[in-house]
Structures are given as structure tokens and as C-alpha cells.
């Protein structure tokens, strides 16, 4: 056990001992090991704002667990991979998700055939016509990994290309601080002038009228000048319904290829595969185990896989049905919990460094205002209660509970950090039915 890929899994099996598996998921999922050096285990996160978050509340278990792993003084370092530009694109973490996001590695079956299909055709230009080529289909289905391996290929026979990868996300907060700077026209430069544009979880841009004029203009420049461009998006284009028209139309000339959740005989393929990458044999009865059971997506598979090595290496004992069963147990969450208005102020407040006291009390500083609101627009979600119901319980009368509720609403779709938060807590509540 040395590659960073498996301190970091054996990690999270030790974070296990302190945190909850949904805490764990929530924070962890999108977090890739990089590189391990010396006394260093080196973490990339996908935003500024979450390598914050998780460096604040879990560096110290982090360390702890990793001190414990290696009997020994070790630390942690976070990057934020949107800190790494396109010109970046030389740095280890690009060229590690390079290496592991290729077609090679990509197992088809029925459920992704055609979007494979599609993206093997755009990497190998046999045709202009799948342009722009849109994937779509839930998490976790390989949109991410089908646009990398474009991007490999493309590099590979055009090793002169200027190929921009962007996150949706990193895309809309970039030309936002470019029209509130004034320099629209660098930014279109910068863009007008890739040969392959491959854009991440597109979908983020819908209902973001301010920017959508300068985001069509760009993908126009590049569409008339025949470069390739690929999106991937959570939803197709036709569900997009925030979308300025003539930006959806633009989206659905090309291809519009989807992803489904894989089927059992593909499942099983993959967790085959992971497994030998990870150099874990497994017997075909684990196998099938955890393909007949984890019928989510092919990230949990994987994590399935993962956490089967993490605990192998561990206890030293070989993966059986019944192990893997535990395992995977764990890492499903149950529904069927329906929390009270008590849980969810209790999480609130505990996520804003506050307690449920504060919230229901009359204290007016701006952070407990905000966490009192958040807190109310939750209850609504979540439980549907009615203005004057919230209102008995926060000692609040029902107009300012309305105005709670209108003005968290009207600001998740403008605050990346209000909507991550709200996302957070959400989970850690459905987490207290486990
Ligand atoms: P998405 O972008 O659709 O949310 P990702 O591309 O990030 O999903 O995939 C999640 C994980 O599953 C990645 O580690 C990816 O390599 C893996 N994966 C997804 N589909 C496949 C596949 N068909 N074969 C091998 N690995 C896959
Ligand atoms: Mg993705």
C-alpha cells in the first residue's frame, strides 16, 4: 500500500471511528487523492470554498487518522483544483486524471455505448457534424471521465491544439469577474481561441440570464469557426428550462448523447476492473455481490471497491460475500426518515456555530439572522409546514418567516456557498435517520 489513491482510502475508513458515513460522503466524494511525498499526503478539492470548509473542520481528523496509519507524525495539504487554470494543465493533478480518465480505461456497456460511441467519434474527428456533442445522465455515470478521455486522445494526435477544459461553474464565475472587471474582450480571447472547448457540467449556466448573452457569444465564435466543442450536463437541454431558447437550440444541433445507470452484466464488468486496477482479486461471488446491490451509479461501485481494499488491507483477510455485504450496507442511506422541525434547527445551528436556542431566539447579529432563515426555509422544504406552523416554532410572526423563506430562496441560486451549505446540512439531517 503506497499510492496516495490508497492511503487515502484506508484514511477514510479510519475517519469512520469520528464521523458519520454521510459526513463522510458529503465532504469526501469529490476529493482525489494526488500524491503522497515524504511525511505529506497531498488532497485536491474541487473549489476554493470547499478545500475551506474541509480544511476547518476535518483537517485535524484527517491528520489524526494518517498519524495512526503510518505510527508516526504525518500531514495533509488541500488544493483547489479550480485554482488550476488551463494553462495549467502541465501540473501532476491534470495529468493524473489524464492518465486515469482514458477510453482504455472506460468499460462500455449498453447503458453508455452511444455516448462512448459519440465521444470516441469527436476524439478521432471522424466527423464535424456531432457538434456541439452533449452528454448528459445523473451522477457518477462517467460524463466527467468520457470528456477527459476526448481531451487525451485529442492531445495525443494534436499534441499543437489548445484545448480548454473548464467546469461549468469555473466557467460562469470567471466571466462574471470578467464583465464586473470590464474585461469581457480578454475572455473572449481567451476562449475564441481554443480548437477544442469541452465544458463540464454545463448545466449550471441555466437561469443565469445576466451572463447568458456573453456565454452564447462565445460558444458561437467557436461553433462558427467549426471547433469542436462537448458539453456535459446533469439533464438535457430540453430540461433546461431556464435557458434563454436560442441557447438550447444552439446545445441540441449537434448530438445529444445520454447515459444511463449501468446494467448488471456492465456493474459487474466494472467492479472487475477497479478491483484489478486496485489490485484486489475479488471471487466472482463478491462480484456479484456488489453488482447485483449497488445499482446507483459506477462512482459507487468504485467506492465499493475501494473501501473492500481499504479493509483487506487492514484486517488482512480475504473479501467474502458477507464483508462486502457489511460494506456496502454502510454506504447506503436510508429514506424512510422523516426528521422534526427540532432536527433540522439542531443541524442548522450546528453548522453556523450556533445553538438551537439562538435560533429560535431574538438575537439579531447578521450570522444567526442568516442561519435563522436558512433554518426556516428548510422546514419548509422539508416538512412543508405552513408560514403560521414555522412561525409558532421560532417565535416569529408569519410575514417574517414568508420573507425568511423568499429571501433564502432568491439567494441559493446566486451564492455557490449558500447552496453547498444548504446542500450540507440537508444531508447531515437525512444522516440522523442511520
Ligand atoms: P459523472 O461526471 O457522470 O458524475 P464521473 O465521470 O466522474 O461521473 O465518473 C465517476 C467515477 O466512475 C469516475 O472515477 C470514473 O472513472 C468512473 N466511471 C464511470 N463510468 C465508468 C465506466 N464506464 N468505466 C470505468 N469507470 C467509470
Ligand atoms: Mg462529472
Redesign the pocket.
Known amino acids: 500500500m503506497n499510492s496516495a489513491e490508497d492511503v487515502w482510502a484506508v484514511v477514510l475508513e479510519l475517519l469512520k471511528k469520528d464521523l458519520t458515513t454521510v459526513t463522510i460522503n458529503t465532504f469526501f466524494d469529490e476529493v482525489k487523492a494526488v500524491s503522497i511525498t515524504g511525511t505529506q499526503l497531498t488532497l485536491m478539492v474541487p473549489t476554493e470554498f470547499k478545500k475551506n470548509l474541509i480544511e476547518s473542520r476535518f483537517k485535524g481528523y484527517i491528520v489524526k487518522a494518517l498519524s495512526e496509519l503510518f505510527s508516526g507524525e504525518f500531514d495533509v495539504q488541500f488544493i483547489a483544483a479550480e485554482n488550476f487554470t488551463p494553462e495549467a494543465e502541465t501540473s501532476s493533478v491534470e495529468q493524473d486524471l489524464d492518465e486515469?480518465?482514458t477510453f482504455k480505461?472506460?468499460?462500455?456497456?449498453s447503458s453508455?455505448r452511444f455516448a462512448h460511441a459519440a465521444a470516441v467519434a469527436v476524439a478521432e474527428e471522424q466527423t464535424r457534424n456531432y457538434n456541439p456533442l452533449f452528454i448528459y445522465?445523473?451522477?457518477?455515470?462517467?460524463?466527467?471521465?468520457?470528456l477527459y478521455a476526448i481531451r487525451h486522445e485529442v492531445k495525443r494526435r494534436h499534441p499543437d491544439y489548445k484545448i480548454i477544459l473548464v467546469r461549468g461553474n469555473d466557467f460562469l464565475s470567471e466571466l462574471i469577474t470578467a464583465i464586473n472587471t470590464g474585461r469581457n474582450l480578454e475572455f473572449h480571447e481567451k476562449y475564441r481561441s481554443a480548437d477544442l472547448f469541452l465544458v463540464?457540467d454545463i448545466q449550471v449556466i441555466a437561469g443565469k440570464h445576466s451572463t447568458e448573452e456573453e456565454v452564447f457569444n462565445t460558444f458561437n465564435t467557436l461553433y462558427e469557426a467549426q471547433k469542436q466543442i462537448v458539453f456535459?450536463s446533469d439533464r438535457p437541454p430540453a430540461e433546461m428550462k431556464t435557458l434563454a431558447v436560442r441557447l438550447r437550440t444552439r446545445f441540441e444541433m449537434g448530438l445529444i448523447a445520454d447515459?444511463q445507470p449501468?446494467d448488471f452484466e456492465?456493474r459487474s464488468a466494472?467492479v472487475q476492473?477497479?478491483s484489478l486496477q486496485l489490485g484486489l482479486p475479488l471471487s466472482d461471488a463478491v462480484v456479484y455481490y456488489i453488482a447485483e446491490h449497488m445499482t446507483a451509479?459506477?462512482?459507487q461501485l468504485?467506492g465499493a471497491v475501494k473501501k473492500l481494499k481499504a479493509h483487506r488491507d487492514m484486517e488482512k483477510t480475504e473479501i467474502t460475500p458477507a464483508i462486502a455485504a457489511r460494506v456496502i450496507k454502510d454506504m447506503t442511506i436510508s429514506t424512510e426518515y422523516e426528521p422534526t422541525p427540532d432536527d433540522i434547527i439542531e443541524e442548522t445551528a450546528k453548522c453556523y456555530g450556533f445553538t438551537s436556542e439562538e435560533l429560535k431566539g431574538k438575537k439579531r447579529d447578521t450570522g444567526v439572522v442568516l442561519a435563522r432563515q436558512v433554518a426556516m426555509y428548510l422546514v419548509r422544504q422539508i416538512l412543508n409546514l405552513s408560514a403560521p406552523e414555522i412561525g409558532s416554532i421560532f417565535n416569529k410572526d408569519h410575514t417574517t418567516v414568508l420573507h425568511s423563506i423568499n429571501k433564502i430562496a432568491s439567494e441559493i441560486p446566486k451564492s455557490q456557498e449558500l447552496s453547498i451549505t444548504i446542500k450540507d446540512i440537508t444531508t447531515n439531517i437525512n444522516s440522523r435517520g442511520n
Open positions: 486515469l480518465y480505461n472506460f468499460i462500455v456497456g453508455n445522465g445523473d451522477s457518477g455515470l462517467g460524463k466527467t471521465h468520457l463540464d456535459t447515459i449501468p456492465t466494472i476492473n477497479k451509479n459506477v462512482r468504485e
